[in-house]
């Protein structure tokens, strides 16, 4: 097949949209995404706008949405920011820091980003255009509803961008919150003729039960929506994929509930938590309970408690104490409990927060929780790399997105760094007190290395959890094959790449590996 590398002809594009917010748009996209590079295809995702504080930083040392990073991995090529040229980091319900092409630009309220919109969807459109020049296909990803009335018309992630990029539509429903049909024949009900036309076809998501047992509902909706139904996708937990945004952690004591079976760590769930998914490698520790916790409780049955990445770090550093969770972390930390905070949680940890320029809000200072002698002051432009560390003897990779600059007046280095953005360097980062109790860091993606993961078990006392032998990047692309193998199973692939003009070459596991000249 003449790839678009040498053709300069457009790639056709399919586009991935859905009836609400968590129906399991990210994880089709990344699935077709698996799929179809192991038939060969250079494949690349795309969203036109991404919301989320969950972020990752390209080779280049930009940053973007972190469920694309994970996308361009499961279709094996490097991320770059034309696959999510807008991301909205919400610092407020109000507001949000604008990210475009990769580097801030402002902070902006809703209703002003609302007016802007106009002149950014061409700058979207000039993203897609040179990924099409590049790849043999782009899977676009829309945003929560495709049918949210009092919002279409400004709107440039769902319809708008398909129609632009003249892809048919499948659209995801998830049957597990129920009201699968009045999610599916709702959704066409908001929406115009000619946008019902370009849903070229359905996708029920987290069936469980006897999949048999759905064939008359499949009919149902192919009668009433004349669409037809590409597949039906069980319930399937073999495999985790790193999560968009915080949708899956939005009720944690419920998902973490009592007492537990195994020596657990805790994370605190902030208002504005960023990157939490840096503690996904423990998750997947046989052993070791992970609980996410929102309600002040006493943290003594917590081998160690994570204060994770903020978007508005002062902002959650009052949330702390307003609730109560300030005077909790630091009978911890005096009891002799451990302590990780990692870029906003490490500010959290110092002394006090400066924000001369109100990058965060109103210009002023915040105390810290003082359990860490370091100094912060927020400052732009935003700190975008990805990094190379040693501890120790010890090396992993990781990367680091932050505004603030953080000056040690005690304690010691935590980590080394080795390099920057493939930059040779010899600097140090973050800070170690209360004995080695007490750990504070701006690298994210520290956990992704199983000798670093596991010389920070040992230091909490849990030398009995292993950590995996292959690291998380390995274990992620394991978990795209079998999300691949499962996707397959079940939804009829070739007719979706038909859809797009595209027929399938036989699978082949080769083509899938991973692809960074892209």
């Not at 009052?318 to 630091?330: F, I, P, T």
């Not at 500010?347 to 100094?375: I, Y």
């Amino acid at each position: 097949m003449a790839s678009n590398l040498e053709t300069q002809k457009p790639a056709p594009c399919l586009a991935v949209l859905g009836t609400a917010s968590d129906v399991g748009k990210s994880v089709v996209a990344t699935a077709l995404c698996r799929a179809f590079s192991r038939r060969g295809l250079r494949v690349a995702p795309f969203k036109a706008q991404n919301m989320s504080n969950n972020s990752g930083v390209t080779p280049e040392g930009l940053e973007m949405g972190r469920a694309q990073v994970v996308q361009a991995e499961a279709a094996g090529i490097a991320p770059h920011v034309d696959m999510n040229p807008i991301l909205l980091k919400p610092t407020s319900d109000m507001g949000a820091q604008v990210v475009i092409l990769g580097r801030v630009e402002t902070n902006a309220a809703a209703a002003e980003y609302h007016r802007r919109k106009k002149t950014l969807f061409p700058l979207a459109c000039a993203a897609l255009d040179r990924l099409r020049r590049r790849c043999d296909l782009v899977v676009l990803e829309g945003a929560g509803s495709c049918a949210e009335v009092n919002l279409m018309a400004h709107d440039l992630v769902n319809f708008p961008m398909a129609a632009y990029a003249q892809a048919p539509v499948l659209l995801v429903a998830d049957i597990h919150r129920g009201g699968v049909f009045a999610q599916v024949v709702g959704t066409l009900a908001c929406i115009e003729d000619a946008l019902q036309e370009r849903v070229a076809g359905l996708i029920i998501n987290r069936f469980r039960g006897d999949i048999g047992l759905f064939q008359d509902g499949v009919s149902w909706l192919e009668q009433h929506t004349a669409k037809r139904v590409l597949g039906v996708l069980p319930w399937f937990d073999a495999f985790t994929i790193p999560a968009e945004d915080s949708v899956v952690i939005e009720r944690p004591e419920s998902l973490f509930p009592g007492e537990f079976e195994h020596p657990a760590v805790a994370v605190i769930r902030l208002p504005h938590i960023a990157n939490f998914t840096d503690v996904e490698p423990l998750r997947h520790l046989s052993g070791l309970s992970l609980c996410f916790l929102e309600q002040p409780r006493d943290l003594s049955p917590f081998k160690a408690v994570v204060l994770p990445g903020s978007k508005n770090t002062r902002a959650d550093l009052d949330w702390l104490r307003r609730s109560g969770w300030e005077a909790k972390l630091v009978a911890h930390a005096r009891r002799g409990g451990h302590l990780l905070g990692i870029c906003g949680g490490y500010q959290m940890l110092g002394t006090v927060v400066h924000d001369p320029d109100g990058l965060e809000g109103g210009a002023g200072s915040t105390r810290g929780l003082s359990l860490l002698p370091v100094e912060t002051v927020l400052r732009a432009p935003k700190f975008t790399t990805l990094t190379r560390f040693a501890w120790g003897e010890l090396t992993g990779e990781g990367y680091e997105i932050h505004m603030g600059q953080s000056e040690r007046k005690g304690g010691d280095i935590l980590f080394n760094i080795l390099s920057r953005n493939g930059e040779a360097c010899r600097n140090g980062d973050g800070c170690v007190a209360g004995g080695g109790r007490i750990l504070g860091t701006y690298l994210h993606g520290l956990f992704d290395t199983p000798g670093i993961l596991g010389r920070w078990l040992v230091g909490i006392g849990l030398p009995e959890v292993t950590p995996p032998a292959c690291g998380e990047r390995e274990t992620r692309d394991r978990n795209y094959e079998k999300l691949a193998d499962h996707f397959e199973r079940h939804v009829d692939v070739e007719a979706i790449a038909g859809l797009a003009g595209i027929a399938l070459p036989p699978r082949t596991r080769a083509a899938a590996g991973r692809r960074d000249d892209a």
